[in-house]
T-cell receptor, first 113, second 111 residues
């Protein structure tokens, strides 16, 4: 099992460009999450999904969109990248609500210049 | 805002000493979890404690939970240089699907 795989691992964007980050999990998990991690800020939740076809806003959703067309994939889109979106992005998945752990991808380091 | 807040932000100890990290949270929870992150890597789950539990052990890890104070602590005994990492608490709020994290404690264990 690969677990949670994020693509790409690194990316440099120019301000105003768009891109999509892909998260794929092979554990048949219902819940999936996108976080961003900035120095001194810990992990902040951007968007999450509790099942195929569902998405919801987290703590810092502005400037991002997401889609969960297939259960195993959770896509994070930046329509018009801004320097403030320079960060490390982590995807996580979780089996069900409650007493289960989350599994994380290795992260995507995004720089917007 | 973030659910959990760890304390201290950074901790430096000698190998063999114990390390204690604290976490405070804001709302009622179903459970509280601790994760570890090595530099530049994803987070790895360490231990989960349910809201009706007060203490839990796993190897050299001991977690306590005080729901009346909305706080938890993680104790790592007999620390090793390999324990050097950042440690985060995370919680599932009662009735919430969100898994929210604190800002983390950066632990350095000096050989």
């Amino acid at each position: 099992n690969a677990g949670v795989t994020q693509t790409p691992k690194f990316r440099v964007l120019k301000t105003g460009q768009s891109m999509t980050l892909l998260c794929a999990q092979d554990m048949n998990h219902e819940y999936m999450y996108w976080y961003r991690q900035d120095p001194g800020m810990g992990l902040r939740l951007i968007h999450y999904s509790v099942g195929e076809g569902t998405t919801a806003k987290g703590e810092v959703p502005d400037g991002y969109n997401v889609s969960r067309l297939k259960k195993q994939n959770f896509l994070l889109g930046l329509e018009s990248a801004a320097p403030s979106q320079t960060s490390v992005y982590f995807c996580a998945s979780k089996e069900v609500q409650g007493l289960t752990e989350a599994f994380f991808g290795q992260g995507t380091r995004l720089t917007v210049v | 805002s973030q659910q959990g807040e760890e304390d201290p932000q950074a901790l430096s100890i000698q190998e063999g000493e114990n390390a204690t990290m604290n976490c405070s949270y804001k709302t009622s929870i179903n459970n509280l979890q601790w994760y570890r992150q090595n530099s530049g890597r994803g987070l790895v789950h360490l231990i989960l404690i349910r809201s009706n539990e007060r203490e839990k052990h796993s190897g050299r890890l001991r977690v306590t939970l005080d729901t009346s104070k909305k706080s938890s602590s993680l104790l790592i005994t007999a620390s090793r240089a390999a324990d050097t990492a950042s440690y985060f608490c995370a919680s599932n709020g009662a009735g919430s699907y969100q898994l929210t994290f604190g800002k983390g404690t950066k632990l350095s264990v000096i050989p």
